[in-house]
């Protein structure tokens, strides 16, 4: 059966998921609190090239005799609800704002080649992303909207599926249709390895957008110890500034503490954060 097929593509990457989850874990870099803290909004503006190249890939391929059982625009579509979140986040001009890394370009690229060279190779696109997000939606949803103060649903759009009234359900329905796609050997064999290509294209993503944030981080650490040094050197007329940089130093201690607070939250926000960007929820399979 295709689903389970796949299902064992997954697995036989599972070790490299834990070692990547480990590697870049709070444990093990303190540095990545900031990134857990602007994680929403990076992804935001990576899923936003990602499904609009998925969508757009799926679409022109409605009728394909592979994508047609799993093609559920009104249930699964995530492309305008990311665009809300973007808007409340960024503003109306938020097109002019977002910044992606290579890695999405690449996987934006990749999904807008097989819908017109393989669009059969969709179908582990699609499984990878939207029951990922699909089974890890609500859970996801609240830890974003506690550790960013929303209120209401404002820039949650992502998270939430209106057009499924039962995951599981859902879930069952679309594995269903995924089993039914008739494919010869050799096409069988081109989309497992398509799945484990997509499953790595999302570790990718994540990385990347990890690397934003460190090299944000430098610059603002050089900045800082740039400003700290012209203080030195003009302490008397610049106390303004001094006095400024002592709360930078505070609001910094501060995330240290909340970062030292409780190894059992930082190991479940990391997974949590992880298992989003890769877009495959454990109880997707």
């Given at each position: 059966m295709?689903?389970?097929?796949?299902?064992?593509?997954y697995?036989l990457?599972?070790?490299?998921?834990?070692?990547?989850?480990?590697?870049?874990?709070i444990?093990?870099?303190?540095?990545?609190?900031?990134?857990?803290?602007?994680?929403?909004?990076?992804?935001?503006c990576?899923?936003?090239?990602i499904?609009?190249?998925?969508?757009e890939?799926?679409?022109n391929?409605?009728?394909h005799?592979?994508?047609?059982?799993?093609y559920?625009?009104?249930?699964?579509?995530?492309?305008?609800?990311?665009?809300?979140?973007?808007?409340?986040?960024?503003?109306?001009d938020?097109?002019?704002?977002i910044?992606v890394?290579a890695?999405?370009?690449i996987?934006?690229?990749?999904?807008?080649?097989?819908?017109?060279?393989?669009?059969?190779?969709?179908?582990?696109?699609?499984?990878?992303?939207?029951?990922g997000d699909?089974?890890?939606?609500?859970?996801?949803?609240?830890?974003?909207?506690?550790?960013?103060?929303?209120?209401?649903?404002?820039g949650l759009?992502?998270?939430?599926?209106?057009?499924?009234?039962?995951?599981?359900?859902?879930?069952?329905?679309?594995?269903?249709?995924?089993?039914?796609?008739e494919?010869?050997?050799?096409?069988?064999?081109?989309?497992?390895e398509?799945?484990?290509?997509?499953?790595e294209?999302?570790?990718?993503?994540?990385?990347?957008?990890?690397?934003?944030?460190?090299?944000?981080?430098?610059?603002s650490?050089?900045?800082?110890?740039?400003?700290?040094?012209?203080?030195?050197?003009?302490?008397?007329?610049?106390?303004?500034?001094?006095?400024?940089?002592?709360l930078?130093?505070?609001?910094l201690?501060?995330?240290?503490?909340?970062?030292?607070?409780?190894?059992?939250?930082r190991?479940?926000?990391g997974?949590?954060?992880?298992?989003?960007?890769?877009?495959?929820?454990?109880?997707a399979?």
């Amino acid at each position: 059966m295709l689903h389970h097929s796949i299902m064992c593509c997954y697995q036989l990457l599972w070790v490299k998921v834990l070692c990547f989850m480990y590697n870049g874990s709070i444990e093990t870099n303190p540095s990545l609190y900031p990134f857990l803290v602007s994680f929403p909004q990076l992804l935001l503006c990576s899923l936003y090239e990602i499904y609009q190249a998925l969508e757009e890939a799926l679409d022109n391929n409605s009728n394909h005799p592979s994508v047609a059982p799993i093609y559920f625009p009104l249930e699964l579509a995530r492309l305008e609800s990311v665009e809300r979140d973007l808007e409340h986040f960024y503003g109306q001009d938020w097109r002019e704002k977002i910044v992606v890394p290579a890695a999405t370009k690449i996987y934006a690229h990749r999904l807008r080649q097989i819908g017109k060279d393989n669009p059969e190779y969709l179908v582990a696109h699609a499984y990878t992303r939207y029951l990922g997000d699909l089974s890890g939606g609500q859970v996801l949803g609240r830890i974003t909207q506690k550790s960013l103060g929303l209120k209401g649903g404002e820039g949650l759009s992502f998270f939430s599926f209106p057009g499924v009234s039962s995951p599981n359900l859902f879930k069952q329905l679309y594995r269903s249709r995924m089993n039914s796609i008739e494919l010869e050997e050799e096409e069988r064999k081109g989309m497992l390895e398509e799945a484990v290509r997509a499953f790595e294209l999302n570790i990718q993503v994540f990385d990347d957008l990890q690397k934003m944030v460190s090299v944000t981080e430098r610059e603002s650490e050089l900045m800082h110890t740039t400003t700290r040094n012209r203080c030195t050197r003009h302490s008397s007329t610049h106390s303004k500034l001094a006095d400024g940089e002592k709360l930078t130093v505070r609001s910094l201690q501060i995330q240290t503490s909340l970062v030292n607070a409780s190894p059992l939250f930082r190991m479940v926000l990391g997974i949590c954060v992880a298992l989003a960007t890769v877009g495959m929820g454990i109880y997707a399979f």
